[in-house]
T-cell receptor
Framework: NAGVTQTPKFRILKIGQSMTLQCTQDMNHNYMYWYRQDPGMGLKLIYYSVGAGITDKGEVPNGYNVSRSTTEDFPLRLELAAPSQTSVYFC????????????FGSGTRLTVV | RKEVEQDPGPFNVPEGATVAFNCTYSNSASQSFFWYRQDCRKEPKLLMSVYSSGNEDGRFTAQLNRASQYISLLIRDSKLSDSATYLCVVNTNAGKSTFGDGTTLTVKP
């Protein structure tokens, strides 16, 4: 049972480049999330989705875009990468309802130089 | 004021010690509460849910105080392997949660 899978695990981008962070889950979670975590800091919500075709902004959405065409996939797009986007990115899923706990992917470490 | 606030730590304790972390939340409509553990450079993993009546899982005990709007995590007989960052998570309205910034625990021999 794979759970939540993120690719790539590591990436170095040059300023101005674009990339897509992939996230797929096989747990049939309705809710999916993208968080970023800067060194020594807490998790900040970028975007989230409560179901296929529905996405919404989190706390720090600028510079990112998402789509949710299927229940399983929730890719995060970075356009025009900036050094401020250097971070660890975590995708997560959880069941709907207040009692649902999160299952996180193993993270993508992104460096923008 | 942050929606969820945790003891900043770090907590440095010897093996075998008992240590407690607190987490306060500001939204009285919060519905469910969790503790997660995050090891260095790893993803957070669910440690335990927190129920109104309090709950225990081995050496770990979680408590919820709705009147004072805080939750706590007690770790008894600390092990070296308990060294990690502990995140408090509060589920509020549909779909969204608020994570605390975490409390770092180091258990020393």
């Amino acid at each position: 049972n794979a759970g939540v899978t993120q690719t790539p695990k590591f990436r170095i981008l040059k300023i101005g480049q674009s990339m897509t962070l992939q996230c797929t889950q096989d747990m049939n979670h309705n809710y999916m999330y993208w968080y970023r975590q800067d060194p020594g800091m807490g998790l900040k919500l970028i975007y989230y989705s409560v179901g296929a075709g529905i996405t919404d902004k989190g706390e720090v959405p600028n510079g990112y875009n998402v789509s949710r065409s299927t229940t399983e996939d929730f890719p995060l797009r970075l356009e025009l990468a900036a050094p401020s986007q250097t971070s660890v990115y975590f995708c997560a899923g959880r069941d709907s309802g207040p009692l649902g706990g999160y299952t996180f992917g193993s993270g993508t470490r992104l460096t923008v130089v | 004021r942050k929606e969820v606030e945790q003891d900043p730590g770090p907590f440095n304790v010897p093996e075998g010690a008992t240590v407690a972390f607190n987490c306060t939340y500001s939204n009285s409509a919060s519905q469910s509460f969790f503790w997660y553990r995050q090891d260095c450079r790893k993803e957070p993993k669910l440690l335990m849910s927190v129920y109104s009546s309090g709950n225990e899982d081995g050496r770990f005990t979680a408590q919820l105080n709705r009147a004072s709007q805080y939750i706590s995590l007690l770790i008894r007989d600390s092990k070296l392997s308990d060294s990690a960052t502990y995140l408090c998570v509060v589920n509020t309205n549909a779909g969204k949660s608020t994570f605390g910034d975490g409390t770092t625990l180091t258990v020393k021999p």
